[in-house]
């Protein structure tokens, strides 16, 4: 028996007493209370139900209250009732009412005669449906853990629940992990560039008149980086895939896989690539429109050209390919999760989110590029293969999360001696200055960041001497004569550093010179400037102690290498050394590691359709009887290709002395003036 007949039975059990006439005059009494608490129901915006179902049901009710005669009768009315009740409305009752229905009837039992004939006649006129809404509201489901149960239709705290119950804000774990983790943590909605772009235009000035047609409009999963476009050709799965290689203390990592189809779409984009033609890459395209490299290396080839939104479709339709092959338990949000790069499958989604990030940032939305720079950095924050430490700093000053940046400064100085690096030195000196700017901060809280930005700035410029000149240039500043003239700041400081620090204050000058064009930033650079003079000339113990730091820039790493190379910054390139700018850098793949994790090989080829050889060793090899510009060179003529070889090279070298020495022994003789009179007349005769 259900708890609804049970109560409606208690209640008719009730009505089984002894009435006298002024009892029966009830029943119009409880007709005019319902009728009255259906007026504040009106008056509160709150209607009874009107339905046939209602109505049929309170029919029945007033219909059994007429019959006191027998109580098995009763019995038998409810329980017919309810087994007319549909399992839907007894699925609306909260779970609590079954547990405490001896507790109701005990109280029901302890009220007034009066009472029990109020609460009878507003059950009557009320509804049952009404007092569930009331009934729900003023019950609270607890779970295990003693918190509070979300409801099953609120989907944004049950995600929210659910990421706690996994473990996302992980702020109770130990070691340095669970800092790096909370402060890397990334939000879905940040990945939407058109969260920023309605924050600063509105959702109207964003979305326009934008609707979907529905009319032959392709079906799209649905992604947390991209939004797929109805122009983009049919998703069909291209054969990669994403498998879990191990679990650890939380960490979990991944790999992607390539199918065997997908190897050979491979080798065919490595032959296009090859050929130095792009239209080969537009052809493998056109039969294969999701996968990755040729994408990557396309997207290249449009940004060269300029047509920067093709580009920018090709790079979202590659990490929409990404997504779409996604694990399970990959998360995107978690921190947990990592991608070695040392294996070529992991590679291009590195270059995609990096080079999808650039584009965010060109686009005018820095805080979705800062949150795209996290996800990189989280994936491999240990090895940070695309130095992601070197341009966070930069976005995170340009969305103006000063706070962020301060916060991630703190957490990763004491592992990684951000203080080394002269974006980081000069990034949080600039921070606190932004921080004592700002209008809605307390006076002293105000004081206390302009002493901490003074107080950086001048470490940094003590550190790295070498950024002041450069930086000046870019931002179209003339340097005043004690400064461009003393031996701290002038040439020597530029040329005297290692090539590893040249190269990281050529980077950060190129990138973040804007962000010092402004006038209150300036004068307070001048400022700071005058007070290291003072110090260098006072010979401050801090100077020497800088310089003696210098000794730890040696050589860069490969990842800082990738990273310039990546940024395409001209100032940076240039300071490149010899053996990374003498190597061919392609866009798909640009250094690899030196120590690279390969799952397949490509087979070796019979037939070459392009060397890399140049025209003039072509055209010398041409004139050989055994020259064959399809199958290469045989493998007996190597040695008589080598001996001849030799002497095509002693021949040239003997032409090039004998020019050097006919250019040597020629003499201009100088031709007649007419003004000398001492002029032999048949001197030129």
């Known amino acids: 028996m259900s708890t609804r007949a049970l109560r409606r039975l208690k209640g008719k059990q009730r009505g089984q007493e002894a009435l006298d006439l002024g009892d029966l005059t009830l029943g119009d009494d409880s007709e005019e209370q319902a009728a009255g608490e259906e007026e504040q129901l009106d008056s509160a915006n709150v209607s009874p139900p009107s ?46 009412n079954n547990t405490n229905v001896t507790e109701t009837n005990d109280n029901r039992e302890a009220e007034e005669p009066d009472q029990k004939q109020e609460e009878t006649s507003t ?106 476009k109805d122009s983009w050709p049919r998703f069909s799965r291209p ?146 293969p695309l130095c992601m430490l070197l341009l966070i700093d930069f976005l995170a000053l340009r969305s103006r999360e000063y706070q962020f940046l301060l916060q991630l400064h703190q957490d990763l100085e004491v592992h990684r001696n951000l203080c080394l690096l002269p974006n980081f030195a000069f990034s949080t000196a600039l921070c606190h ?81 804007s962000m010092w064009r402004e006038a209150a930033v300036m004068l307070w650079l001048e400022e700071s400037v005058k007070e290291v003079l003072r110090r260098v000339d006072a010979k401050d113990p801090l100077v020497d102690d800088c310089q003696n730091k210098k000794e730890r820039y040696k050589c860069a790493p490969r990842n800082i290498h990738r990273h310039v190379l990546l940024s395409e910054i001209k100032e940076a390139t240039s300071s490149l050394p010899l053996e990374v700018t003498s190597q061919p850098v392609m866009g798909f793949d640009p250094l ?26 072509l055209f010398f090899r041409s004139l050989l009887p055994n020259f064959n510009l399809q199958g290469g060179l045989r493998q007996e003529d190597d040695m008589e290709v080598a001996r001849a070889g030799q002497e095509l090279n002693q021949e040239v070298n003997r032409l090039m002395v004998a020019m050097r020495d006919m250019l040597a022994n020629i003499r201009f003789q100088e031709p007649p003036r007419d003004d000398n009179p001492y002029r032999d007349e048949e001197e030129w005769d």
């Open 51 to 96: 339905n046939s179902k209602g109505n049929s049901r309170k029919a029945k009710k007033n219909k059994a209250q007429k019959n006191f005669s027998n109580i098995y009768e009763l019995i038998g009315d409810a329980d017919n009732e309810a087994e007319k009740i549909s399992p839907d409305e007894e699925a609306e009752e909260p779970d609590g």
């Open 123 to 228: 059950k009557s006129s009320s509804g049952d449906r009404v007092k569930k809404k009331k009934k729900k509201k003023k019950t609270k489901v607890t779970s295990e853990n003693g918190k509070e149960a979300v409801p099953d239709d609120n989907i944004d705290l049950l995600l929210q629940n659910l990421e706690q119950s996994n473990g996302l804000t992980l702020q109770n774990e130990d070691c340095s992990g669970s800092d790096r983790r909370s402060v890397l943590h990334v939000e879905h909605r940040n990945l939407n560039p058109e969260t920023e772009l309605k924050r600063y235009f509105g959702a109207r000035a964003v979305q326009g008149d934008q609707r979907p047609r529905q009319r032959n409009r392709q079906f799209h999963r649905s992604t947390w980086m991209t939004n797929p």
């Open 239 to 384: 054969g990669i895939s994403m498998t879990l290689l191990q679990s650890k203390e939380g960490i979990q990592c991944f790999t992607f896989e390539h199918g065997r189809q997908y190897q050979q779409v491979q080798f065919k984009f490595l032959d296009a690539v090859e050929s130095m033609d792009p239209n080969n890459i537009v052809a493998l395209l056109q039969l294969n429109p999701y996968h990755i490299d040729s994408l990557l290396q396309l997207s290249d080839v449009c940004r060269i050209q300029e047509d920067q939104e093709m580009a920018r479709d090709l790079i979202e339709r590659a990490m929409y390919s990404f997504e779409c092959a996604f694990h399970p338990l990959f998360s995107l949000t978690s921190g947990t999760s990592r991608l070695d790069y040392l294996r070529t499958e992991n590679r291009a989604f590195y270059l995609a989110l990096y080079k999808h990030m650039m584009f965010l940032e060109k686009r005018g939305c820095p805080r979705t590029a800062l949150e795209y720079c996290k996800l990189i950095l989280s994936l491999d924050p240990d090895g940070d």
């Open 433 to 513: 200055f932004h921080l004592s700017q700002q209008e809605d901060v307390d006076p002293e809280e105000s004081d206390n960041d302009r002493r901490k930005a003074d107080q950086l700035l001048q470490k940094a410029l003590i550190m790295f001497p070498g950024v002041l000149i450069p930086l000046l240039d870019l931002c179209t500043v003339q340097p005043d004569a004690t400064v461009s003239s003393h031996a701290f700041f002038g040439p020597k400081s530029q040329i005297g550093q290692p090539p590893a620090l040249a190269e990281l204050t050529a980077l950060y000058v190129g990138r973040t010179h």
């Open 592 to 617: 690899p590691p030196l120590d690279s994790v390969m799952s397949y090989t490509r087979p070796e080829r019979q037939h070459v359709g392009a060397t890399n050889e140049s025209t003039l060793s």
